[in-house]
């Protein structure tokens, strides 16, 4: 079975680097056709897609984060890795790491999620 864990500070002061790290178990990040995902939701922007590594590392983000975003992995310890900086109170919300797989075609879904950790960005 496939689980992921999100893991990071609770509290991130502003300006500060924002850093998450999923840890996958059950399957590899190296796997050929598989997305590695960040997504955060809070109440006011509900779920918003942050970026993804695929399984040969080639990294997506989305537009309104790039400036700021940077992922990473890690695979001896198969993990991948969130950089947010400059950190600012908008970037409260719940973050979880996902996989994302093709259901065919061109159509893709999200199979597994971690449960989420709470970042808050506060002094």
């Known amino acids: 079975q496939v689980r992921l864990q999100e893991s990071g500070p609770g509290l991130v002061e502003p300006s500060a680097t924002l850093t998450l790290t999923c840890t996958v178990l059950g399957a590899s990040i190296q796997s050929a056709g598989y997305y590695w995902n960040w997504i955060r939701q809070s109440p006011e922007k509900g779920l918003e897609w942050v970026g993804y590594?695929?399984?040969?590392?080639?990294?997506l983000y989305q537009p309104s984060l790039e400036k700021r975003s940077f992922l990473s992995r890690d695979t001896s310890k198969n993990q991948f890795t969130l950089q947010l900086n400059s950190a600012i109170p908008e970037d409260t919300a719940v973050y979880f790491c996902?996989?994302?797989?093709?259901?065919?075609?061109?159509?893709?879904?999200?199979?597994?999620w971690g449960q989420g950790t709470q970042v808050t960005v506060a002094s």
């Open positions: 996902a996989r994302l797989r093709s259901s065919g075609g061109n159509s893709y879904e999200y199979d597994y």
């Open positions: 590594l695929n399984w040969d590392g080639v990294d």
